[in-house]
């Protein structure tokens, strides 16, 4: 994994295999941003270079120049940042990531962008990590296609050494800042492994053995109980043991738990988490079309995200307790396959009407929040990579954010839009909840296609506990990118929601 550090020496006299600088866009192409620090030869000669490429100081763009007079570095990479106006923390984390992927094979690399506020400072660093991301191919080839019993670690990797050039001292708030970047940082590189990991190499038992494996190494803040498929029948889980059992890899329910030290104040303050985690998702009998199930082992992002969520809030020691639930299964088709018109009863009580096993992220998210409502926390937030209607009304980008509380769901979005994990708060139509009735069970799990995220997020408020605020984040799009990598977001699984639910557990803080 990269290593963070942060200096104030100035960024030319840095011995490093790259320096990152940035650039703007202006009328008659990119300029160098200011507060660069640089010799005036070095700006004259990068300058120069600039003008002969034609570069445009745009987002994304990096332009690699070696032999810069009066610099140590063996390189410079100039990342734009776009118009001088316009540079705000997302710009800056996007830029880091760009420019640090296109030196993610240095071992030392320096980055000097313009810094005016901590926030700032925050982003590059962030950036600058996420950048460096890259799915190790060979911890796959362990497999001969066959079920394993154990999944595979992503090999070890240093990666490279990341120097933060800060402008802004070294403060207590700016080493904190750079610090929690890359707790987070490794959190969410967790949670992209899981994602990318093979659906052979990751059935719901080795996700478990995964995640104990990392919470063993890590700060031993971290607890894990295991329901396995025996214990979730007797608990009368009856929605993910529906989901599950058309597979030969049980379901299990994961909870994972953080306790801060007793302080003065008594109890503190308290967060639950549950992570939808479908380790592959065939559509079971209801089966999806062959191309669209290539992506399907990332049916599993909202466990992984939760699952990171904890060790990252463990690593960085609030007051906040914060317990994650992992619910995770494999829907597949079998003799034994849960079918359409079948009524399970779910933890609490409530009968249910099957109507599409290609819905079976509510079942499992329904039963996970009953047991978190169980132990009555503060507030519960749900994150499942859940309905396609997300990605049909906000785009491969954006979350959807529901809930039951106007000013909760508003401090969801707000926590992932300071943390450049855009969402956007949507409704829950009281008009639309007589598409879930039934007249066999309490109610059915689908109703049609009009309005599909918000009718799955009502289904979801049945299981949730009486007076708690809950809010549910639906990441269809955000969690998996199947395009090239652009800025801070690799191709494959991106970690969304890791930074998000940090910030939130934070902000309970108060």
């Not at 200011?34 to 600039?50: E, I, N, Q, T, Y």
């Not at 109507?355 to 499992?364: K, L, N, P, S, Y």
């Not at 499942?384 to 997300?390: F, I, K, N, V």
């Amino acid at each position: 994994m990269p290593n963070l550090n942060l200096t104030t020496r100035d960024a030319a006299t840095l011995k490093v295999d790259a320096l990152v600088v940035g650039s703007v866009s202006t009328d008659s192409g990119a300029a160098l941003a200011a507060g660069h620090g640089l010799p005036a030869a070095a700006a004259k000669h990068l300058a120069s270079v600039l003008a002969d490429l034609e570069a445009k100081g745009k987002p994304s763009e990096t332009v690699r120049v070696v032999a810069v007079p009066d610099v140590a570095a063996t390189a410079v990479v100039v990342a734009g940042l776009g118009a001088a106006d316009d540079v705000t923390p997302d710009v800056l984390r996007s830029a880091a990531g760009s420019a640090l992927r296109s030196v993610a094979t240095k071992s030392s690399v320096a980055i000097a962008l313009p810094t005016a506020n901590e926030g700032a400072l925050a982003a590059v660093a962030d950036g600058a990590y996420a950048g460096c991301y890259t799915f190790d191919a060979a911890s796959t080839k362990a497999s001969t296609g066959a079920q394993t019993k154990k999944a595979p670690s992503k090999k070890a990797s240093s990666g490279p050494k990341i120097t933060v050039v800060s402008t802004l001292g070294q403060g207590k708030a700016v080493k904190s800042a750079v610090e929690r970047a890359a707790v987070i940082g490794s959190a969410r590189d967790l949670a992209r492994d899981l994602v990318n990991m093979p659906p052979n190499l990751l059935t719901p038992q080795t996700f478990v053995d995964h995640v104990k494996a990392v919470v063993a190494a890590s700060s031993g803040k971290v607890t894990i109980s295991v329901l396995d498929e025996k214990a979730l029948a007797k608990g009368g889980f009856g929605g993910i043991v529906g989901v599950g059992q058309g597979s030969v890899n049980p379901p299990r329910i994961v909870t994972m738990s953080y306790s801060p030290s007793a302080s003065r104040t008594g109890k503190s303050p308290s967060v639950a988490l549950v992570g939808k985690g479908i380790t592959f998702d065939s559509g079971g009998l209801c089966i999806k079309p062959a191309g669209s199930m290539l992506t399907m082992k990332s049916d599993m992002a909202g466990a992984a995200a939760v699952a990171a969520t904890v060790i990252a809030a463990a690593e960085l020691g609030g007051p906040v307790s914060v317990t994650g639930y992992l619910c995770l299964a494999e829907n597949m088709p079998s003799g034994t396959a849960q079918r359409p018109g079948d009524v399970v009863t779910m933890r609490n009580g409530t009968t249910v009407e099957i109507i599409d096993t290609d819905a079976e992220g509510r079942m499992v998210l329904g039963d996970g929040l009953c047991l978190a409502s169980e132990a009555k926390p503060d507030v519960i937030v749900d994150i499942a990579t859940l309905t396609g209607a997300q990605m049909v009304a906000l785009g491969s980008r954006v979350a959807g954010v529901m809930g039951n509380d106007d000013t909760f769901r508003s401090q969801v979005v707000d926590a992932g839009g300071a943390e450049g994990e855009d969402s956007w708060a949507m409704p829950l139509p009281r008009e639309l909840r007589t598409g879930l009735d039934s007249v066999v069970a309490d109610l059915q799990h689908k109703a049609d296609r009009w309005g599909g995220m918000l009718t799955a997020g009502l289904f979801l408020q049945e299981f949730v506990g009486e007076d708690i605020p809950w809010a549910h984040v639906d990441i269809a799009g955000p969690s998996f990118n199947e395009k090239a990598a652009d800025g801070a977001i690799p191709k494959g699984g991106t970690g969304y929601g890791v930074a998000t639910l940090v910030r939130l557990i934070e902000s309970r803080t108060a």
